[in-house]
């Protein structure tokens, strides 16, 4: 499955985004799906993913409550809505797959990536 993500931008604090992580090649309906953030010099950080059934969806505390993960099998589409964005949410947001994933927040549990895309808050 190839992933591409997009709707990434450069917002003001307090602004709202919605990321696509945009599915080809396979049916997303039976993956389970992940969101994650990068800074240069930082360790991928776990955002937020979702199961394939969308009976359980997990979020990182610091996202907990302000960006929410849903999924539209038929249009084989992942979003991310990030609400009250802050400066410390500035990276490069990357959307994973995988069949049966244990630990959503790991990244090593996901074997498909998608390129980046970047959001930048500004204060």
């Known amino acids: 499955v190839q992933l591409q993500a997009s709707g990434g931008g450069s917002v003001q604090a307090g602004d709202s985004l919605r990321l696509s992580c945009a599915a080809s090649g396979r049916s997303i309906s039976s993956y389970d799906m992940g969101w994650f953030r990068h800074v240069p010099g930082k360790p991928r950080e776990f955002v937020a993913a979702?199961?394939?059934?969308?009976?359980?969806?997990y979020y990182a505390d610091s996202v907990k409550g302000r960006f929410v993960i849903s999924r539209d099998n038929a249009k084989n589409t992942v979003y991310l809505q990030m609400n009250g964005l802050k400066p410390e949410d500035t990276a490069a947001y990357y959307c994973?797959?995988?069949?049966?994933?244990?630990?959503?927040?790991?990244?090593?549990?996901?074997?498909?990536w998608g390129q980046g895309t970047q959001v930048t808050v500004s204060s």
């Open positions: 979702i199961k394939s059934t969308s009976s359980n969806e």
């Open positions: 994973a797959a995988d069949i049966v994933v244990l630990r959503p927040q790991e990244p090593h549990e996901y074997g498909y």
